[in-house]
């Protein structure tokens, strides 16, 4: 079993930057694909980024793309997501998920292929 948590959420000015990690404990997190994913108020959860075990390939959602990478941190045992260029319809919490693949949103039940989750983290996105 894996637990998860995610951290590094804040408040941040349009077009600035912002890391977030994804911390695992009860399981080397490099043995799993780890999914990036967020829910903004009102709105469906998303997947945004998965790094596959190998850590290729990665994927990235299309808003999100060419913004924000994903990497392990296997010292950690972490995940991270470093974004840049965050816009105001970034605001969300982000949650991070493991899998024993990548899915993506090509599939409709993609978010139940993802067996572990943390609790989020809250990232807003306002001047």
């Known amino acids: 079993q894996v637990q998860l948590v995610e951290s590094g959420g804040d408040l941040v000015q349009p077009g600035g930057p912002l890391r977030l990690s994804c911390a695992a404990s009860?399981?080397?997190?490099?043995?799993?694909?780890a999914g990036w994913f967020r829910q903004a108020p009102g709105k469906e959860r998303e997947g945004i980024s998965c790094?596959?075990?190998?850590?290729?390939?990665?994927y990235y959602e299309d808003s999100v793309k060419g913004r924000f990478a994903v990497s392990r941190d296997n010292a950690k045992n972490s995940v991270l997501l470093e974004m840049s260029s965050l816009k105001p319809e970034d605001t969300a919490t982000y949650y991070c998920?493991?899998?024993?693949?990548?899915?993506?949103?090509?599939?409709?039940?993609?978010?139940?292929?993802?067996?572990?989750w943390g609790q989020g983290t809250q990232v807003t996105v306002s001047s």
């Open positions: 790094i596959s075990t190998t850590d290729v390939p990665t």
């Open positions: 009860g399981s080397g997190l490099e043995h799993y694909a």
């Open positions: 998920a493991t899998s024993y693949r990548c899915h993506t949103s090509g599939n409709p039940n993609y978010l139940k292929a993802y067996s572990y």
